[in-house]
């Protein structure tokens, strides 16, 4: 697993360890260093969840230095590990880490969360980001204050768990397209079979009274669809 860290809302590292730690066991368990990217302000997020939870360890520090309050923060970082780019440019930090958070991957299999980028204060950033599920670059999780979006490639079943009564189950699609695609769910309040065929699938759906073992399960039959839930649920994708 690869975290690139950014600026923006971002959860507690609290709220997240039980994420980290169902990732550690599927890994079978025994030393987990997360390999991490801190992209500008992003220093400070990964500083607070190193602080908290222990198991990442730095391996890029890059940006132009535009939102970090403490501009001498990278000095006691080695400075073969830091990168400084220009602030006039047509791209951002996170897509930079995001380029090299994909150029570190060992095996195709390898994860990529990226944590933080949310908000409202830079809507322009937050569509950007959101915008590159329609591109290689995308992370496979992207968490943000309060909830997990998960990318849901063609051909991919999630399974999610967790759920309380009033959670909400969105289906998005990606900036591609407005249509197209296709989806087969089971344990929602309204099904697949009800999505919209243009625009946003389903949004703030919910987990069915009727769902078995109160799992939610959602498959994307062709095209690449993205999931927004809430960073209290469960995800097995396969």
């Known amino acids: 697993m690869i975290c690139v860290f950014t600026g923006g809302d971002a959860p507690s590292p609290k709220s997240t360890e039980y994420f980290f730690k169902e990732k550690r066991k599927e890994q079978g368990g025994g030393d987990f260093q997360i390999k991490s990217i801190a992209a500008d302000s992003g220093l400070d997020t990964f500083e607070n969840y190193q602080s908290e939870l222990g198991f990442f360890s730095i391996k890029s520090i890059l940006g132009d230095w535009d939102s970090i309050e403490d501009k001498k923060k990278t000095e006691s970082y080695p400075k073969e590990i830091v990168e400084t780019h220009i602030v006039d440019k047509d791209y951002t930090d996170t897509e930079l880490a995001l380029e090299k958070a994909h150029s570190m991957k060992e095996s195709p299999d390898e994860e990529i969360v990226l944590i933080g980028a949310g908000g409202g204060k830079r809507i322009d950033h937050l569509i950007a980001v959101y915008d590159l599920f329609s591109t290689p670059l995308h992370p496979d999780t992207w968490i943000t204050g309060e909830q997990f979006l998960h990318f849901l490639g063609a051909g991919t079943r999630a399974e999610i768990s967790n759920l309380a009564a ?3 189950v969105s289906v998005l699609r990606t900036s ?24 946003v699938p389903s949004i703030s759906n919910r987990i069915s ?30």
């Open 209 to 238: 009274e009727s769902a078995d073992e109160g799992i939610v399960k959602i498959s994307a039959v062709e095209g690449n669809f993205v999931l927004a839930l809430p960073n209290s649920a469960k995800v097995k994708m396969n």
């Open 166 to 168: 009033n959670d909400t």
């Open 176 to 199: 591609e397209s407005r249509m197209g695609g296709r989806i087969e769910s089971k344990g929602l309040k309204w099904e697949s079979k009800l999505f919209r065929m243009e625009g």
